[in-house]
């Protein structure tokens, strides 16, 4: 019973554990959800060895991928694993030979020794998904509920394994269907984005078309460039925009036509433009032609058109395309170059200033159209500009611009006359420049509205005028406007300095105009052949034949072998033109070959008309004009005379072959002649003539310098003028010289020009032309370069003469010795003007008298008085002399220019003149209120006549003399005006205080003593006690009065600030410059200190002023360390320290610094300055 009992519980307890086992294989389902097959397999194997108590359990999955099977293996946790899961494969494929099996399974044991109980179980249908394998060792394995549960188990698995799959497999065409979604949006937006750039480039393209269209449009513009296409066979055009803008047309408004073209075309060019494009089209070729146009408003345009044609199939011109240049501005352009050319051409041949601003005026408006170009020159005065060229300006307005002075708010020529720079006014009626009220009323009254003028600045950078442009519209210009004022301005300060710089010579320059003459021209009729039918005789001397040979010859045998070419090409274009013109080279029948210029027409029955011109003077002639301008070029410029003159030889030699050219100079004493210019002659023939005196006989250019006319030797060898120089001249291969001389404008002889040649010969007319007009070019050079060296003379000879007058005023103004400063007046006027001596003196109205104030030598010395002088020997002597009452009597300057003939100068003066070798003086009276007080002699041995100038600088330096003698005699006037003041003041002061306080004391000492006498004490001590006070108070009275005396500067300031002022005060209007320097806080001084100081450093002030001529004066005041420290230092002449001095200056500065306690040194050497230094000791005990 037990037994069953507990037999019964096993049971139960068996199916228990069946239950739950199935339980658990129920759930795997739900555990494996989601999870890949390798999960589920191993999960099942992990829970199957434990829960049937298994030896292992195997399991084999199939790879849908076609790959290896996935094989696991799980032994119990007792049992080590002894193979690898495919060992355990290998065998199950023998386990399934026979499989299913419905008996248990006995195989050698995978996991050991012996026999081992398996159970192989499909996993699928049909095993597609794998197979199972459990193994156990037990007897009584499987039992059923055992296998049983492997069924479920396996079932469970392979529910679990097929959901995983189907899940794979939907992934897998999840993924494919993603992918291909991808690949396929991937596709489309590949596509799509081809698409937008085929559209983006589309897009590109036609905007690429756009701008090139608008980059045509915009080039044609800007080049004022059009093109047209023109349709000969039916005569439809077609323009372009800029085209029509060229032609004046509305595109929207106007229909192009040939006809329309022809019509706008000027009249005078239609007829050309015609017969071009008719053989253009005739002869099937482009065209390439300049013409006018008139438009719709009036104005006229140059325009360039250029063809090309078209042939079509039928080999003719279907149509022309081409373009059409507004070439107006181009044009423009050449006629301003043409009028700077023509500008230049009437400066360089002296024409009138005003005429030459005026043409340049118009050349102005005429390039800027629509404007008024002015020049205004600025007066003598400086303060006004005068009008000199405004050709289409009212003369109201130029007559308002001259009445305004110039200044800084004065229009706009005014404002930059006055600023030295460019004004530029776009609206004259708002601008602030033109505020002068009836100035700009003036201006907007007739109608000028805008006004940008430049100053027009010498080469010294002096403003000579104006040059304005005005305009009727406001504006502001562009920046080829201010260029074009620019050039302008240039232009116009060129012809004013030239004119300025050469006004003498502009008479003899209007022969210049008139360099080419008109040569004959040969006139000639020749047929259709080319033969000679009719000649004049101009045409016979051309062609050096006589008229019956010349006549039926070929005018085709007067021209070159390489041109014969030329002649048929001629007559076709005669034919077609009915006139031509050209130039060609002519060969005469010596061989000659000549240049010509010939201008061919048709006549009736096919003849022709040729006029023939000798150009070949002209070619020599524009050679020699283009080289005349050169020269003139490197006049203008400034260029040495020597190189002007060696390049007006060159100029000679290139037009005459086998030439030498020379130009001598004429010295200043117009005796001999110079080397001037000869650049290919011999150096050692320059030389040897170089400084030969001028003579009746001295070969060509001596003779024609002293005769003043040409001179022609056509043999040196033969010819007496060259007796002297013969020899030189053949050593050096010279037979013929040609001499001219060169003429001032004034008709003297400046020097002379010569042509030499290897052979004996007589100059041609043409020759003789060249002479005239190198010699004219070489005396303009000449005068042009004697008159610069002449005005840069004259202009040091006035800066010597107004330094020499400054540095006399700063001597005068150091307030020096009045005896050392007329000395130095005196030596200054003999200096300058290289006097043999100059003398002063003075009338003395005390004796009537004439007495030698000082007198100067040559040599800037002071002699001592002539005892044999009529003057000194006879005081009243200067009543019988001519010259002395001539001077009082005209009160002006008296000149003699030659003492030997001066019937002035006679008796014994004269003799004393001659005898000192005096040849000629200048007296100069002193006035002083128009009285003649003395006078200023200047002898000269010899010289040349006085200058005015000369003459005017001495009578200024004669002033400054009477000026210093004046100030001198009122300086001592002045100092004893105030010592007798203050005598006056002090007696005064003494008689106010002590007399009357005295007076007072003697009263109460009386009354004291009548006191005594009565026996009253009390009363007499009160006396004597207001005795005292009086006394006291008189002597307080008297200390203020001596305190009088000190210096009035030291009452309102330290003694630093008092020196400061008086240091100021007394070198003001001088040449002496004083500064000051200081350092530390000065301490309070004593009142004797500061007056000892302050009379030291006026001392040395003192000093630098009369004697050391300085120029700068240095105050140092230093306190450091308790020690006063003054430094004053000039840098004057100085002197020897260790020198013995008589004033008492020095000694004086000693003695003050001395009662100081202080110590005083001096450092000085002659040229290098002087140096005071004074130091004091600031202690307590020293100060007090």
């Not at 905007?207 to 513009?221: D, I, N, P």
């Not at 439809?236 to 800029?242: H, I, Y």
């Not at 050209?582 to 010509?596: D, L, Q």
Request: charged share 25%; glycine share 8%; net charge negative.
């Amino acid at each position: 019973m037990e037994a069953e009992m507990e037999h019964a519980t096993n049971e139960v307890k068996h199916l228990k554990a069946c239950i739950n086992n199935l339980i658990s294989v129920q759930a795997l389902p739900a555990i494996w959800s989601g999870g890949q097959p390798s999960q589920i397999v191993s999960a099942l194997l992990d829970m199957l060895p434990t829960m049937l108590d298994l030896d292992f359990a195997y399991a084999r999955l199939k790879n849908s991928a076609e790959g290896p099977p996935l094989e696991m293996v799980r032994p119990a946790q007792d049992r080590n694993l002894t193979n690898a899961p495919q060992m355990i494969g290998c065998a199950l494929d023998s386990w399934l030979s026979d499989f299913p099996h419905t008996s248990r399974l006995l195989v050698p044991n995978p996991m050991g020794d012996g026999d081992i109980s398996i159970v192989l179980l499909r996993l699928g249908i049909q095993g597609e998904l794998g197979e199972f394998v459990a193994g156990s060792t037990r007897a009584d394995f499987p039992t059923q509920t055992e296998r049983l549960l492997l069924n479920v188990a396996a079932n469970q698995a392979a529910i679990g394994l097929q959901e995983a799959r189907l899940l794979r497999e939907q992934k897998r065409l999840t993924e494919e269907l993603d992918q291909r979604v991808a690949q396929r949006t991937s596709q489309l937006l590949a596509a799509n984005e081809e698409l937008e750039k085929e559209i983006a480039e589309r897009k590109r393209a036609e905007e690429k078309l756009r701008g090139s269209k608008a980059f045509l449009s915009e080039g044609q513009r800007i080049s004022h460039t059009g093109s047209w296409s023109w349709n000969v066979l039916s005569g439809t055009v077609a323009w372009s925009e800029e085209h029509f803008r060229i032609f004046g047309f509305d595109p929207e408004k106007t229909e192009p036509s040939f006809q329309l073209f022809l019509e706008t075309v000027h009249p005078e060019d239609r007829s050309f433009i015609e017969r071009s494009l008719d053989e253009a089209v005739r002869e099937k070729r482009g065209f390439d032609l300049e013409f006018r146009i008139a438009l719709a408003d009036g104005s006229v345009k140059h325009v360039q058109g250029v063809g090309r044609p078209v042939v079509g199939e039928s080999g003719e011109v279907d149509r022309y395309i081409g373009t059409t240049v507004d070439i107006s501005e181009r044009k423009r352009g050449e006629a301003l170059f043409a009028g700077e050319k023509r500008l230049l051409e009437m400066i360089a041949t002296g024409v009138a200033l005003k005429e030459i601003l005026n043409a340049l005026c118009l050349i102005i408006e005429e390039y800027r159209p629509g404007t008024l170009a002015s020049v205004l020159l600025l007066r003598s005065d400086g303060r006004h500009l005068d009008s000199i060229a405004g050709p289409s300006l009212p003369q109201r307005w130029i007559e308002e611009m001259e009445k305004l002075p110039i200044g800084p708010c004065a229009g706009s020529c005014g404002t930059a006359a006055y600023r030295g720079s460019r004004v530029i006014v776009s609206d004259i009626a708002t601008d602030p420049l033109w505020e002068v009220p009836e100035h700009r009323a003036a201006a907007l009254r007739h109608g000028l509205r805008a006004s940008w003028s430049n100053p027009i600045l010498s080469s010294e950078r002096q403003v000579l005028g104006t040059f304005c442009i005005y305009h009727r519209e406001s504006q502001v210009p562009k920046p080829h406007d201010l260029g074009l004022i620019e050039k302008a301005t240039h232009l116009a300060r060129i012809a004013i300095e030239r004119d300025l710089a050469e006004v003498a010579l502009r008479t003899s320059e209007q022969k210049y105009r008139d360099l080419i003459n008109a040569s004959p021209d040969a006139i000639c009729v020749i047929d259709a052949d080319g033969k000679y039918i009719l000649v004049n005789p101009a045409g016979i001397d051309l062609a050096g034949r006589a008229e019956d040979e010349l006549i039926g010859s070929s005018i085709t045998d007067t021209y070159l072998p390489e041109e014969l070419h030329l002649f048929r090409d001629r007559i076709d274009k005669l034919k077609a033109e009915g006139s031509l013109r050209f130039e060609r080279k002519f060969v005469r029948a010596s061989g000659e070959v000549v240049p010509v210029e010939v201008s061919l027409s048709a006549l009736r029955g096919r003849y022709y008309q040729s006029i023939i011109r000798d150009i070949s003077q002209r070619k020599r002639r524009e050679a020699l004009l283009a080289g005349e301008n050169r020269v003139l070029e490197m006049v203008a410029k400034g260029d040495s005379l020597a190189e002007i003159l060696d390049s007006l030889c060159l100029l000679v030699e290139e037009q005459s072959s086998g030439v030498l050219a020379s130009i001598l100079l004429m010295d200043p004493t117009g005796k001999q002649l110079r080397h001037g210019g000869a650049p290919n002659l011999p150096k050692a023939y320059t030389e040897a003539i170089d400084g030969a005196f001028i003579g009746p006989s001295v070969g060509s250019c001596g003779t024609a310098a002293y005769r003043a006319e040409q001179v022609i030797v056509s043999d040196i060898a033969t010819d007496p003028l060259w007796a002297e120089f013969r020899e030189l001249a053949l050593t050096h291969s010279l037979r013929a010289c040609w001499s001219t001389p060169i003429f001032s404008s004034e008709g003297k002889v400046i020097g002379t020009f010569a042509m030499y040649y290897s052979e004996p010969r007589s100059p041609n007319s043409r020759e003789q032309d060249t002479i005239k007009h190198v010699t004219h070019l070489a005396g303009i050079a000449i005068q042009r370069k004697r008159a610069e060296e002449a005005l840069r003379g004259s202009e040091q000879v006035t800066r010597g003469q107004v330094e020499a007058l400054a540095q006399s005023l700063d001597v005068l103004a150091t307030a020096p010795d009045p005896q050392k400063f007329i000395g130095q007046m005196l030596s200054t006027i003999g200096r300058l003007l290289n006097a043999q001596s100059v003398s002063l003196w003075l009338f003395d109205d005390s004796s009537d008298s004439l007495i030698l104030r000082l007198s100067t030598s040559d040599a800037g010395k002071l002699p001592a008085p002539d005892p044999e002088h009529p003057f000194i020997k006879n005081p009243l002597f200067w009543k019988e002399n001519a010259v002395v009452q001539e001077l009082l009597f005209t009160a002006g300057p008296v000149v003699c220019d030659d003492v030997e003939v001066d019937p002035r100068v006679s008796g014994d003066w004269g003799e004393h003149l001659k005898r000192n070798g005096t040849k000629r003086f200048l007296v100069v009276p002193l006035l002083v209120g128009g009285q003649v007080r003395g006078f200023v002699g200047i002898r000269h041995v010899d010289r040349v006549p006085y200058r005015p100038e000369e003459i005017e600088l001495t009578q200024a330096l004669a002033h400054q003399v009477m000026l210093a003698l004046q100030l001198n005699e009122f300086a001592e006037q002045s100092q004893r005006a105030a010592v007798f003041e203050e005598r006056n003041r002090m007696a005064r002061d003494i008689h106010d205080t002590l007399a009357q306080g005295f007076t007072g004391v003697i009263v109460q000492l009386e009354a004291a003593e009548d006191a005594i006498s009565c026996g009253s004490r009390k009363e007499a001590d009160t006396h004597l006690h207001r005795a005292g006070e009086l006394a006291r108070r008189s002597l307080s009275e008297a200390r203020r009065s001596v305190h009088a005396l000190r210096p009035q500067a030291l009452q309102e300031h330290n003694f630093w600030e008092a020196l400061k002022g008086t240091i100021k005060n007394t070198t003001v209007g001088t040449a002496l410059h004083a500064t000051f320097e200081a350092q530390g806080k000065l301490p309070e001084l004593p009142q004797p200190w500061q007056e000892n100081l302050l009379h030291i450093g006026q001392e040395a002030l003192t000093n630098a002023l009369k004697y050391a001529h300085a120029r700068n004066f240095k105050t140092r005041l230093t306190y450091k360390g308790k020690e006063l420290r003054l430094e004053l230092r000039d840098d004057g002449d100085g002197f020897k320290v260790k020198d013995r001095h008589d004033g008492v200056g020095l000694s004086g500065m000693r003695e003050r610094v001395e009662q100081m306690g202080g110590e005083l040194e001096i450092a000085s050497s002659r040229r290098k300055g002087t140096k005071v230094t004074v130091v004091l000791p600031c202690n307590g005990e020293s100060m007090s």
